[in-house]
């Protein structure tokens, strides 16, 4: 698995940015795909989750009603609509392949991890 995570960038706090993950090999069609984020320390923090058909999501409490997941399967491609944007949504943020169809917020359910795409939020 090959995954490409895209469109990060800086921006000012209340904006919006959509980050973009891309599996190139086509293979996590029939999984669920998340979004986390660096937390403190090397840790990794939960943000977003969508199941393998986008019928089921999960979403982080400090993210909820700002971030949107979606996928759109003939792109291989999910998305992170990241709106009403904080200073404390600056991180680096991964996506990662599931090891189910099904969305978790565990680290552990997660087997495949794209390299990362910085996201900055200023006043």
């Known amino acids: 698995v090959q995954l490409q995570a895209s469109g990060g960038g800086s921006v000012q706090a209340g904006d919006s940015l959509r980050l973009s993950c891309v599996d190139s090999?086509?293979?996590?069609?029939?999984?669920?795909v998340g979004w986390f984020r660096r937390g403190s320390g090397t840790d990794r923090e939960f943000v977003a989750a969508?199941?393998?058909?986008?019928?089921?999501?999960l979403y982080a409490d400090s993210v909820e009603g700002r971030f949107t997941i979606s996928r759109d399967r003939a792109k291989n491609t999910v998305y992170l609509q990241m709106s009403s944007m904080k200073l404390e949504d600056t991180s680096v943020y991964y996506c990662?392949?599931?090891?189910?169809?099904?969305?978790?917020?565990?680290?552990?359910?997660?087997?495949?991890w794209g390299q990362g795409t910085q996201v900055t939020v200023s006043s």
């Open positions: 990662a392949v599931g090891r189910r169809a099904t969305p978790s917020r565990r680290v552990a359910e997660y087997a495949y």
């Open positions: 090999e086509r293979t996590f069609s029939n999984n669920a």
């Open positions: 969508i199941s393998w058909n986008g019928g089921s999501t």
